[in-house]
């Protein structure tokens, strides 16, 4: 079923479904620029080179943790990484990013059949903003929430909080997510998840969280929609 085919899934009586959007694995692949400065913030702490698996356990959660949770760093050198990795990062690499195959496509079916979209991402919300307009995807949605830079907001639940408070008449909010973080961010608000299959999450990550349905692509999406 196409996304286009799909729009029915947001109009229904009422004001505008809210429709809630993280932004790394989800909107864009970013991991090109993620890894790159994950990598230079591990060789000026002297660490050994980042794995695989080190390297994909960071793309979507907040960087204290990613750090703490995949080096095992703590205190300060937790602080010395995400100083590191963000000099890196807003060098240049921040615009390493390419938006999914069939992402302006759905965003498009969506809008059109009546919903309301923001981006509620743990991303600090001014590099977020940078991404989207870098490509084209700015406009699309009615307000960005995001991280704050001196780290006091950074998980998820927090940013869901910003972008339901910035909305108060959006009904039957959801959040489109690829990591587990993003399913149980949102169900701290009591608001499904649809998993974005098609991010980088470990098979079963997303459904041993408790998404509510898993779409394998962006298409899919609106049906999974339909039916929450």
């Known amino acids: 079923m196409s996304a286009h085919s799909s729009s029915r899934a947001v109009r229904r009586e009422g004001g505008p479904r809210l429709v809630l959007f993280d932004l790394d694995g989800t909107l864009v692949d970013s991991t090109p620029g993620i890894w790159a400065s994950i990598r230079f913030a591990a060789a000026e702490l002297r660490l050994p080179e980042p794995t695989g698996t080190q390297l994909r356990s960071m793309v979507g959660p907040p960087l204290w943790e990613g750090f703490a949770g995949a080096f095992g760093l703590t205190g300060d050198d937790v602080d010395r990484a995400v100083a590191a990795y963000r000099a890196h990062y807003t060098a240049g690499a921040i615009l390493d990013a390419l938006v999914y195959p069939g992402i302006p496509e759905l965003l498009t079916a969506l809008a059109d059949g009546g919903a309301r979209l923001a981006v509620a991402t743990s991303k600090p919300e001014p590099f977020a903003a940078r991404i989207l307009s ?95």
Not at 144 to 172: M, N
Not at 184 to 202: D, E, K
């Open 134 to 228: 870098h490509v084209g995807l700015l406009a699309r949605f009615a307000s960005v929430h995001g991280a704050t830079l001196d780290g006091r907001v950074r998980h998820k639940e927090q940013v869901v909080a910003a972008a339901l408070a910035a909305h108060p008449d959006g009904e039957r909010p959801v959040l489109v997510g690829d990591r587990s973080h993003d399913v149980l961010g949102a169900r701290v608000h009591g608001l499904p998840c649809v998993g974005a299959g098609w991010g980088p999450a470990p098979p079963g990550e997303l459904a041993a969280a408790g998404a509510a349905a898993i779409a394998d692509t962006p298409a899919e999406v609106p049906a999974a929609l339909a039916g929450l």
